[in-house]
């Protein structure tokens, strides 16, 4: 996930997430690797066990597990000590607290501190632990346990904010209502939805979304994205799509698993489903009947493409289908070109294929875009979306507080400080409120600002 092993202390590891790199997702990337510390170390625990068992050597006192404890926050990092002795380390309040986490987590669990919480809270379930009391501070930390990972369906809802009305983007939202309408009587599109972070791309697909749903069922939705630190894993953002698509768990045993995926193909004839059949399963990670792994072969590449392409057109036949891609700038190369060799079906089959992605140019998305432009410009809308204008921005911050006192002064700081994207205004106003700089008047509804308002501060 992008860590670093900064030092081994007899029985510790100490890891950093965030240097000498930074992600904007550090701290979801460390509680990532934190999980799947413990899911292989259970294993291995068991396996010593059973051996301790045979030989008559089990006791209490042989018994061994893990805890791992997660803090963020600032830290001194870079090399310490002199000539051969040099290590890359970081130092200061933030480790010494991550290593209270650690100390105080019950053995077999991760224990995150208040700051990590806030970071990692949409995307994990949590169990609060109540506060502990930490040398040198003051007050108690709030502690968290770590109990796993959020359906990916629950993750995309959380870091779509559906609080305010859309604001701005009326022509944007009109492009992809237009689509959805020619989807649904029977013509394919390309649309490939451009923005930089932040800019709303994922409310405007939440938007879509909703739309469809009122489609009365005529519409049928699937949709995967892409993470930052799998640009490096062969079809990870297909991978997910077909789990997703199949209702497969990542704790489903093989047999229910190829159940799952048999149920994909009960639309094609017995003739036309063996090959991509076995094609998804080996997709997927499963093996053959001699626990052989079913990915070899030369041709495997044009296999899964055929397969994949199967499937969908078996979607699309069934029913006008929106397929969305998200974060495909972060898209494996493997999956881009499996996206598109499917390019072809907007013009035969009711397919909306919506890509979504950031400008960046060097991307295999933008390699993606060029293609879909040239190759098929019938069917190809791109919506580019650019930050919101100085009345719209302002706009989103009166529906964001409603009723509100205001002056105009204020709302035109606010929207000058964030530059007109959207994300940032959501969160400059949530930091004002939290800080008191935005409180409510004395009847409890209209919204004040206090006399600090004009020192706004950037939220971590």
Known sequence: YGGTTARLLGDAVLALFGAPIAHEDDPYRAVLAALAMLENFRPYREQV??????????????????????????????????????EYTAMGDAVNLAARMEQTAEPGTIQISHDTYVA?????????????????????????????????????????????PLVGRSREMKQLIDALSSLQQGRGEIICLIGEGGFGKSRLVAELEEQASDSDGTVTWYASESYSFESSQPYGLIQRLLRRVAGIAQEDQQDYTEQKITRLFDELEPVKRTQPERVIKMLLGMKGDEGQSLLQGESVER??????????????????????????????????????????????????????????????AWMLKQQAERSFPHHYREIMLKPLSPVASQDLVGSLLDNSDLPQKVRKLIAEKTAGVPYYIE??????????ALIRGENGQKWQAAANIEKLQVPD
């Open 49 to 86: 066990w059973n051996r301790l068992q045979e030989a008559g050597l089990a006791l209490k006192s042989t018994d061994f597990n893990v805890r791992i404890g997660i803090n963020t926050g600032l830290a001194i990092v870079g090399n310490v000590g002199s000539g051969e002795k040099q």
């Open 120 to 164: 990692v809270n949409s995307f994990m379930e949590l169990e609060p632990r109540g506060a502990i009391e930490i040398k040198g501070k003051e007050d108690p930390v709030r502690a968290y346990r770590v109990l796993s990972l959020k359906p990916s369906t629950d993750r995309r809802q959380a870091s779509v904010s559906m609080e305010s």
């Open 303 to 364: 296999e899964i493409w055929q397969g994949v392409r199967a499937l969908v057109e078996v979607w699309s036949g069934n029913r006008p289908t929106v397929l969305v891609l998200e974060d495909l700038h972060w898209s494996d190369a493997s999956s881009i070109e499996l996206i598109k060799y499917l390019l072809p079906l907007a013009e035969t089959t009711p397919l909306l294929l919506v890509c979504v992605f950031r400008p960046y140019r060097q991307s295999t």
């Open 427 to 436: 969160e400059i106003v949530s930091d004002l409120i939290e800080r008191g």
